[in-house]
């Protein structure tokens, strides 16, 4: 087993055994350990820290962008069947980006297995990320802006892999959510804001699996920001705006603490931040969307999806309007 996976599992072992807490439904105990593994060897491959920077200049900090080195890193020539994924050029990185360059490593991962190759190139051009950088085969340097193309709708605002996970039909998604503390942003007469005893108790945390993908909507009511009850941004000045991160699950400690991989932010030194494994609380989070691929064969079809088609919704949470909750289960394919 994988390094970082193998630790987990120990802890994730030990906080199970503490909590005794049963599955409702065995939709949730299914996995493709397939899968799974290549998340965990997809993970191996990256490095550690490597600096947390999302600006298109260059600094004093960092001589390189995240932008620049995601496109050195996804390496593709017109002719190849797929990418040269280089994962240890992507420093410096953001969680988005980490998150979006594991998913496609997991892909590569999975499709090299038993000499299969399910993946044609055409999926993996489709799933390039168009950074503003020319290459051969981005010829004009063109971006793909939030909800555009398949990178496009991994880095906008609101759960964007669990959107690509439900077009593609590639696996499923669950949520929880804590409710919204200010009585504005409640959709519905009944919602409320849970106890941390009733959210840290609630049914989704058992149903995740390690390599499950995360978005996390933060939790900032102690500071008196309800942000975790927002999905997107509305780009209105002053107003409430989407507090996230795009990770993936790497079980519980033994306190029950949420364990996530991803890029992460170090805001007292950039330069000390990047690729690892971070802990949070579970009140520390106010939504949470879990997506499991199980049907990774299904990329195949990114093929269909080209660079500059754009995912109204995703697109929209970009600087237009805020989403609702009943809108993103309709989006994630959620009961």
């Known amino acids: 087993m994988n390094r970082i996976f193998a630790i987990c599992a120990i802890m994730a072992a030990v906080a199970v055994a503490a909590t005794g807490e049963a599955y409702a439904d065995d939709k949730y105990e299914r996995v493709n350990t397939e899968w799974q593994a290549a998340v965990a060897a997809a993970i191996d491959s990256f490095p550690e820290g490597g600096g947390y920077y999302t600006g298109r200049n260059t600094n004093a900090q960092f001589r390189r962008t995240a932008w620049r080195q995601m496109n050195e890193?996804?390496?593709?020539?017109?002719?190849?069947?797929?990418?040269?994924?280089?994962?240890?050029?992507?420093?410096?990185?953001?969680?988005?980006?980490?998150?979006?360059?594991?998913?496609?490593?997991?892909?590569?991962?999975?499709?090299?297995?038993?000499?299969?190759?399910?993946?044609?190139?055409?999926?993996?051009?489709?799933?390039?990320?168009?950074?503003g950088v020319t290459d051969v085969i981005n010829n004009r340097g063109y971006t793909q802006a939030d909800g555009e193309g398949l990178w496009g709708m991994a880095k906008a605002?609101?759960?964007?892999?669990?959107?690509?996970?439900?077009?593609?039909?590639?696996?499923?998604?669950?949520?929880?959510?804590?409710?919204?503390?200010?009585?504005?942003?409640?959709?519905?007469?009944?919602?409320?804001?849970?106890?941390?005893?009733?959210?840290?108790?609630?049914?989704?945390?058992?149903?995740?699996?390690?390599?499950?993908?995360?978005?996390?909507?933060?939790?900032?009511n102690e500071s008196g920001s309800d942000c975790g009850a927002i999905i997107g941004d509305n780009g209105k000045p002053g107003e409430e705006q989407e507090c996230s991160t795009v990770a993936i699950f790497m079980g519980y400690d033994g306190d029950g603490n949420v364990m996530y991989w991803s890029s992460n932010d170090n805001a007292e030194n950039p330069v000390n931040g990047g690729y690892g494994v971070a802990v949070c609380r579970r009140t520390d989070i106010q939504r949470v969307v879990f997506t499991r691929i199980m049907e990774p064969e299904k990329f195949a079809d990114a093929k269909d999806w080209r660079a500059s088609k754009v995912h109204k919704w995703l697109r929209e949470l970009g600087g237009k309007r805020h989403g609702t909750g009943k809108e993103l289960k309709k989006q994630c394919g959620i009961d």
């Open 157 to 220: 605002n609101g759960p964007g892999i669990a959107v690509i996970v439900k077009e593609l039909g590639a696996g499923f998604s669950f949520m929880g959510y804590r409710g919204a503390k200010t009585e504005a942003y409640r959709e519905d007469k009944k919602e409320r804001y849970l106890s941390d005893e009733e959210w840290v108790a609630a049914p989704v945390w058992p149903q995740a699996r390690k390599g499950d993908f995360m978005k996390i909507f933060w939790n900032r």
């Open 73 to 131: 890193a996804f390496g593709m020539d017109p002719t190849d069947s797929q990418p040269r994924l280089n994962v240890s050029a992507a420093v410096p990185s953001f969680d988005a980006m980490a998150i979006y360059l594991a998913l496609l490593k997991s892909i590569q991962v999975w499709d090299g297995g038993d000499g299969r190759q399910d993946v044609p190139n055409l999926s993996w051009f489709s799933m390039k990320p168009f950074c």
